[in-house]
């Protein structure tokens, strides 16, 4: 395809299925942002877009009702101070906390929320016989975090700049013992989201610095807290904070609503309220004091206490109506997200892969991965363009040519001096240089000696269009592209396929070649046989039988296996797979992404007493029910959870298996089952299937099937390039094999030769494949140890060329006429079915 063919809605969309929210898109930005009709706005990281909808509602709210200073008592000042109280509520709500765990302090924005923070820690000065207190932050953090050390520098504390590669590089596998009696408090900051690329930053650091076992923490005594910078994070994605509880979160509400500007919050953990301390005193913070005496009696609560003389209150009224008009346009923060990190994808897929007349790439984008996930890059792309010769060309001449085209983008270093210094590889000498040459922040000199000073950053909102990525794409290369305009396509096939393996990005897969490695031997004939005929023996190309040498089934999704011999096909697919699932306090599905020590609980199944037993090495055996009785249906409450996307009605297992689970894996969860009344049905129907598919707890599909060649295959591989690094345990097969989590093993097939089947009978159970197996980092958990290594995904996606697939998903074709159960046994044979060419 060409650039014009690629620059498509259709194609868009073919790449990534979440765009707009539900109804008219087109008309909704007609309605709420007919103002920018004619402008490309790519500055919402700098500030977001007001709908009119929300100036409408506001206005009418505060021309038909009076609001007085809250400080005073009268009818119109309660109804300020309610309607504000009411405020601060939805901006906990938003972030999934309540009033018992979080405080809310109005600001003038998120840097006033960062100088309140520095002006009023417990800092300690470093002596002889005290270290004092640390002040530590993210290299990649915006100058308003970076500013705080010029108060700490004044007051002795120990400034440590820290990289993002240090937190887990350094860090330790167990928290250090605590000396209780070294309380001296120390600070860490960093962003949720870079301002400068985008990166989202693990959400986990928070706990993990907060319990020392991250670094700087884990090599410091005392008390540790957290400031999450959200600011740039907020703006177009979803925050948690029951995830990652920091104690300090300042954000502004002009990058979440487009108004009111000047106004933001600081959001302060109960447990870390304490710790802060006030010098000034002004209006509505005293609970007493006395004009002619140094007597004075601090407000109780801590809102009251920080928040000097009277708050903004019409603008955070305006803040109310932002909430209604963001989730009445949008639906949420999660819709949000996805319709903006489409976008960025989708620009960053197409810009990485331009390229001029001669063959040499356009763009050079500052970023540390491909645009793969939301959960770690935001709405955000930075990049300088290059000319034919490979010279970067000065970002502000692109700023002056955009503005030619009223295309509205942000360049410099951003405010973040840090990841510029670090994607542009400029060293302090050479900061120090440029300003000798003249060039200070926010200046228009891009080029010093050749080399840039800053770069070019596009951002988007969620009232952004598909029309805002094609006109800034089309500017691209009208103006900076020797022509013809070309496309690095063995690029743009390798995003796509990481696109396609990603779960969350829609039903599409985007097929490309193996690159030749699967290739059918040109003597092979597409099999013919019907998979009706269940007596007929189908044999492979070369001679050989293929059988079934594993069956396993995990009957806690995200736990421990359990092989078996023979095992009987429910409804779902194997009898009692994926049937359960642990959750945590809030109900969301733990993974081995996310914990990775569930590997090492092992359930089993014991049908003679109709009882599940959970193990794990150090715990007392546990049991539940495998069936759900009456005892179940009446004292245990019924639930709603998502896996992958789907909303789910599932049954609690109740407090002994939650205490069991909560004292192995050291955090509160829960064990949670399918409710058998509820029917979970396969998105997408099998081709061929003649009824809908129906699913346990699975991700896609009843089965995942594997091939142990295919196995061995990548074993070698890892062998091979293990065999240069000093240290690296080789992997055997069998602990590849674990690792891929598959419930069907299969033997004498050529590797990767499943790709290409289409049906297949395993003994007399017929199934047909639904799809290939896209992978991830969870396949890197050693399934007996629980640790992480890079392998095998470094290998598999080295030999697949970008592919990372791996097995073939099932699903079975059993006759509703079938009185007797099927049961699969290894040892079965096997007949395929390939796909005709």
């Keep these: 395809m060409d650039f014009q063919q690629l620059c498509t809605f259709e194609t868009f969309k073919q790449l990534w299925n979440h765009y707009g929210y539900g109804g008219n898109f087109e008309e909704l930005i007609e309605r709420e942002f007919k103002r920018i009709k004619g402008t490309t706005y790519l500055d919402h990281a700098a500030a977001t877009l007001y709908p009119e909808s929300l100036i409408r509602d506001y206005c009418q709210d505060i021309s038909s009702n009076v609001y007085g200073n809250p400080h005073s008592h009268n009818p119109s000042s309660r109804l300020t101070h309610d309607t504000v109280e009411r405020v601060r509520y939805r901006v906990l709500q938003h972030f999934n906390v309540t009033p018992e765990e979080y405080s809310v302090i109005f600001t003038s924005g998120c840097t006033a929320a960062l100088k309140l923070v520095a002006e009023s820690f417990p800092w300690s000065p470093q002596t002889q016989s005290d270290v004092g207190s640390h002040f530590c932050y993210l290299t990649d953090s915006h100058t308003s975090v970076v500013g705080i050390r010029g108060l700490t520098s004044g007051r002795g504390v120990v400034t440590m700049p820290v990289s993002p590669q240090e937190v887990e590089s350094r860090a330790k596998e167990a928290a250090p013992g605590e000396d209780v009696s070294c309380q001296t408090a120390h600070l860490f900051c960093y962003p949720a989201q870079s301002n400068f690329s985008g990166l989202k930053y693990p959400l986990s650091h928070v706990k993990g610095i907060q319990a020392r076992r991250l670094y700087p923490a884990c090599v410091h005594q005392g008390r540790w807290f957290v400031l999450l910078d959200a600011a740039s994070h907020v703006s177009c994605s979803p925050l948690n904070l029951q995830d990652c509880p920091a104690d300090f979160i300042p954000i502004s509400f002009y990058k979440m609503f487009g108004f009111p500007t000047g106004l933001g919050a600081l959001l302060v953990h109960k447990n870390a309220a304490g710790i802060l301390k006030k010098t000034y005193f002004g209006g509505g913070t005293a609970a007493a004091y006395l004009s002619g005496e140094d007597f004075y009696v601090q407000a109780l609560n801590i809102s009251d206490r920080f928040e000097d003389g009277t708050v903004s209150f019409l603008d955070i009224i305006a803040v109310n109506h932002g909430f209604d008009a963001l989730y009445r346009v949008t639906g949420g923060m999660h819709s949000i997200q996805q319709h903006t990190f489409g976008l960025a994808r989708y620009t960053y897929m197409l810009l990485s892969s331009l390229c001029h007349g001669n063959g040499r790439p356009v763009a050079l984008i500052y970023t540390e991965g491909q645009f793969d996930s939301p959960s770690t890059q935001g709405a955000v792309l930075n990049f300088n363009l290059m000319d034919s010769h490979g010279q970067i060309i000065g970002y502000s001449q692109v700023d002056r040519m955009a503005s030619l085209y009223n295309i509205h983008v942000r360049t410099g270093c951003f405010c973040n001096t840090g990841a510029c210094q670090s994607f542009l590889g400029i060293s302090d000498q050479q900061m120090k240089r440029n300003l000798q040459a003249g060039h200070v922040c926010g200046d228009s000199i891009d080029l010093v000696d050749g080399q840039p000073t800053g770069s070019i950053r596009v951002s988007f909102g969620y009232m952004s269009t598909f029309e805002d990525c094609q006109k800034f794409l089309n500017f691209v290369a009208e103006c900076f592209i020797e022509k013809p305009v070309t496309v690095d396509q063995n690029r743009l096939e390798k995003l796509k396929a990481v696109t396609a393996h990603e779960g969350s990005f829609g039903d ?13 031997d040109e003597k092979e004939k597409p099999l013919e046989a019907s998979l009706r005929g269940c007596g007929h023996k189908e044999s492979n190309s070369t001679g050989g039988t293929y059988s079934l040498t594993n069956i396993y089934i995990y009957p806690i999704k995200s736990c421990g296996a359990y092989e078996v011999h023979h095992w009987p096909v429910g409804p779902l697919g194997l009898l009692y797979d994926r049937g359960w699932m642990v959750v945590n306090r809030n109900g969301v599905c733990l993974s081995q992404k996310r914990e990775q020590r569930l590997c090492l609980i092992h359930p089993q199944v014991h049908l003679p007493s109709n009882k599940l037993l959970l193990q794990a090495s150090g715990m007392e055996t546990i049991s539940v029910p495998l069936e759900k009785g009456t005892q179940m249906q009446t004292c245990h ?58 699913l346990s707890l699975v991700n896609e599909a009843q089965y995942l099937m594997i091939n142990r060649a295919s196995v061995e295959l990548i074993q070698k591989l890892m062998s091979s390039r293990q065999e240069d690094s000093e240290g690296d345990q080789l992997l055997d097969t069998q602990n590849v094999i674990s690792r891929f989590r598959a419930n069907l093993v299969i033997a004498g097939v050529e590797p990767f030769e499943e790709d290409n089947w289409s049906h297949l009978i395993i003994g007399n159970t017929p199934f047909v494949v639904t799809g290939q197996c896209g992978r991830c980092q969870m396949v890197g958990v050693d399934q007996e140890t629980g640790t992480r290594t890079k392998e095998p995904l470094l290998s598999l996606s080295t030999y697949r060329t970008g592919k990372v697939t791996f097995g073939v998903y099932l699903s079975h074709q059993l006759p509703e006429s079938r009185t007797t159960p099927s049961v699969l046994s290894t040892g079965s044979l096997i007949q395929p079915k390939q796909h005709l060419p």
């Design 508 to 520: 599409h897969q985007v097929k490309i070649p193996n690159g030749g490695r699967c290739e059918m």
């Design 637 to 694: 409450q019924v639930c709603q959870s998502k896996v992958c996307g789907d909303r789910v009605e599932t049954v609690d297992c109740g407090d002994e298996a939650a205490s069991w689970l909560s004292d192995f894996l050291g955090q509160p969860c829960r064990l949670i089952r399918l409710n058998p009344d509820f029917t979970r049905e396969m998105k997408k129907r099998p081709s061929g299937a003649a009824t809908s598919t129906s």
